[in-house]
Antibody, heavy 121, light 109 residues
């Protein structure tokens, strides 16, 4: 069955970086791209960007450009999201989600379980 | 950038119908997807491409989209439908093309 399994919770100091992984299984890795979405406590969903699992190409939301890096490892079907310059406002649950590569408008049909990143103020 | 506006909360009596709106400029020209998120869980896709239910989603969930408003309808609401619901589109004209709605908390009481 399709699975997206994320790495465990992290606590980071302000200014540090965090790298969250998303290991996929149960389907052909390069047929679905991986997006990252975060959710601050009590808030809504916020799209951060995505990585083309076939080419490694990326596209990031404007507010994260310069601070986020998304990569993939096709040998392990794993995608990574690294966020640098952490501040208390980055405290959130970070989700990976897959999207079929057939068109840009396809939905996020499976999601990881989420990774809580805490940045104390 | 594109903004998708949802009502913060909707209440429904068990067995009745709940409707959740998602407002956006000319949203009727876009494909709208809906996600259900229960407390402490990841979102789950319940309707895609305006009105298509993924496998395993009850027929009680339906969607429509026209003009400036998309709507998710939950018929014969159950206590288990209590959750936050988010609409989402891909907007090719936006700098950040993957846009989520503001979210709606559905309470079944």
């Amino acid at each position: 069955q399709v699975q997206l399994v994320q790495s465990g919770a992290e606590v980071k100091q302000p200014g540090a970086s965090v790298k969250v992984s998303c290991k996929t299984s149960g389907y052909s890795f390069t047929v679905y791209h991986i997006h990252w979405v975060r959710q601050a406590p009590g808030q809504g969903l916020e799209w951060m960007g995505w990585v083309n699992t076939n080419t490694g190409g990326t596209d990031y939301a404007q507010r994260f450009q310069g601070r986020v890096t998304m990569t993939r490892d096709t040998s392990t079907a794993t995608t990574y999201m690294e966020l640098s310059g952490l501040r208390s406002g980055d405290t959130a649950v970070y989700y990976c989600a897959r999207r079929r590569d057939t068109a840009m408008k396809t939905p996020f049909d499976y999601w990881g379980q989420g990774t809580l990143v805490t940045v104390p103020s | 950038s594109n903004v998708l506006t949802q009502p913060p909360s909707v209440s429904v009596v068990p067995g009745q119908t709940a409707s959740i709106s998602c407002g956006g400029s000319n949203i009727g020209s876009k494909s709208v997807h809906w996600y259900q998120q229960k407390p402490g869980q990841a979102p789950v896709l319940v309707v895609h491409d305006d009105s298509v239910r993924p496998s395993g989603i009850p027929e009680r969930f339906s969607g429509s989209n026209s003009g400036n408003t998309a709507t998710l309808t939950i018929s014969r609401a159950e206590v288990g439908d209590e959750a936050d619901y988010y609409c989402q589109v891909w907007d090719s004209s936006s700098a950040d093309p993957y846009v989520f709605g503001t979210g709606t908390r559905v309470t079944v009481l």
